[in-house]
């Protein structure tokens, strides 16, 4: 009898996983629940679809946080150049563009999403669309299938659980498999936004500020619990030192707010209070804005405080600035005091916000916590209490920075998890 291998979930994951372990002669069945394959391929990177990032792996390991770790082993067996050389065979040519980010040359996330299609189509991989899985069937501590909510049940030797995180439920991904997961027996990490957007406490002049973008500033972000100290909060993601933020009408949004953003999340959890601290001019020191402020202020002696500072920084922030100082943004800039100039200096070096809070992990664009890691195999990508059943992509407790690692991390763990349970004698020996 042949191998009957279930994967549940046809997104960046699942695809690959199905059509490897088709690859590697399983009679596979890849159970979608919505009516077409990849949502969320087809949303990622604005739609260009950011594949991978070209980082070493030691860099790139640091990119998932702490959780990186459980990924070497996947990596020494299905990386990057794997993955790249994969997607050409079934037509996808790829560019590298800043960062290191890996994009199709096409630019259309649609062409990764249908040459994992035709990968598994290739292998004979059996797609049924409007297929919701409901639950595992489990007996003896082995997984022997599934149980669709229609009521279908559909028998099998294995079952990859790809059913990504719960965010952007619209693209499929609801969170149903930690529901599964759990009554499976395993640990779910406390499910969170990450690379989500801010709220903040100064809600009024974030909305004034809507829209506003700001390039090459510095943010750090301070947490403080009770009387305590307000220490700076310890990114697990390489935060650079400068970069772009956006205001939104609730908050901070932006490359720089997302990487942070997960960080926040779990600090406010933990009861701390967090503030950013936002450095509009980070490629200079106090003394150096003084300076030039002063010498500004001196050379252009009748200009208005508002209209001066639009040399500085956008227009409206120049306004928002000036009214914040306390100074009419009106007043020549030859009538300002040196204490006066010293609270602008104050704003430019160090423009402060309260962090409530985050947009809702329906707007995350992955979601943190999900599988605990311990109770996964970090090569086959089995359950460490289910057997035949494994475990891949965004169900996983891992979360990233954006720049192509979430989808390697869905890649090769859907690679290998396919591997494995579509192989006839599962390499139990290396799983436990
Ligand atoms: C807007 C946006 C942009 C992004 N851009 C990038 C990017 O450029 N680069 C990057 O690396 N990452 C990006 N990400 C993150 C990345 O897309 C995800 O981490 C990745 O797609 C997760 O893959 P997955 O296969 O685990 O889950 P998903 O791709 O979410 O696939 C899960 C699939 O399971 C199906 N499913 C769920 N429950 C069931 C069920 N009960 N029965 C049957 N089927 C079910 C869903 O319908 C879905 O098709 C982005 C995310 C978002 C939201």
Redesign the pocket.
């Known amino acids: 009898m042949t191998r009957r291998v279930i994967v ?8 690959i996983a199905a059509g490897r372990a088709a690859e590697m002669g399983a009679d596979v069945i890849l ?4 009516r077409e ?5 087809l ?4 739609e ?6 070209t980082a070493p792996l030691e860099k790139f390991l640091s990119y998932y946080g702490r959780n990186g770790q459980f990924l070497r082993n996947a990596y020494h067996r299905f990386f990057r150049d794997e993955l790249l050389a994969l997607l050409a065979r079934y037509g996808v040519t790829t560019q590298e563009e800043r960062g290191g ?1 890996v ?1 199709p040359a096409s630019g259309q ?1 649609g062409d990764v999403r249908d040459a994992l299609l035709r990968y598994a189509t290739s292998h004979r991989v059996e797609i049924r669309y409007h ?4 639950q595992f069937l489990i007996d003896d501590g082995a997984v022997i299938g599934v149980q ?2 229609n009521g279908t049940r559909i028998p099998a030797h294995a079952v990859i659980l ?4 719960a ?2 439920p619209a ?7 930690y529901r ?1 997961a759990q009554e499976a027996g395993h640990t779910i990490i406390p499910l969170r936004p990450a ?1 989500v957007p801010l709220t903040v406490a100064e809600r009024a002049l974030a909305k004034a500020l809507q829209g506003v973008s700001l390039r090459n500033i510095s943010c750090t972000f301070y947490t403080q619990k009770g009387d305590g100290p307000a220490k700076m909060l310890r990114i697990p993601f390489p935060l650079p030192p400068t970069g772009e933020m956006v205001f939104t009408h609730f908050g901070v949004s932006g490359p720089l707010i997302l990487t942070a953003s997960l960080a926040a999340v779990d600090a406010l959890r933990d009861g701390a209070k967090v503030t950013l601290s936002v450095d509009l001019k980070p490629g200079m020191t106090e003394q150096d804005v003084h300076a030039r402020l002063q010498r500004e202020f001196e050379e252009h002696a009748h200009r208005q405080l508002a209209n001066l500072l639009r040399g500085w920084v956008p227009a409206t922030l120049a306004d928002a600035l000036a009214g914040l100082s306390g100074i009419a943004a009106d007043r020549h800039v030859h009538t300002i005091r040196a204490d006066e100039r010293a609270q602008l200096v104050a704003l430019l070096k160090d423009f402060r916000w309260t962090i409530t809070g985050s947009l809702p992990l329906a707007a ?4 943190a916590g999900g599988v605990a890691l311990k109770e996964v195999h970090p090569v086959s990508f089995e359950s460490r209490l289910v057997r035949g059943l494994h475990i ?5 407790d891992i ?2 920075d ?9 890649f090769s ?2 690679y290998l998890a396919g591997e494995h349970a579509g192989s006839e004698e599962e390499l139990r020996f290396i799983a436990f």
């Open positions: 549940i979930g046809a997104g960046a994951a699942g695809l159970l979608e629940k919505m394959a990849g949502k969320k391929i949303v990622s990177g604005q260009r679809c950011n594949i991978t990032n980010r994009f996330a297929a919701e899985v409901q669709l909510s790809a059913t990504g995180g965010s952007w693209t499929g991904s609801t969170g149903d498999g599964m690379l995350g664009m992955v979601t891949v992509g965004e169900a996983l979360a990233a954006t720049g192509g690692f979430n989808l390697q991390a869905a763990s859907g």
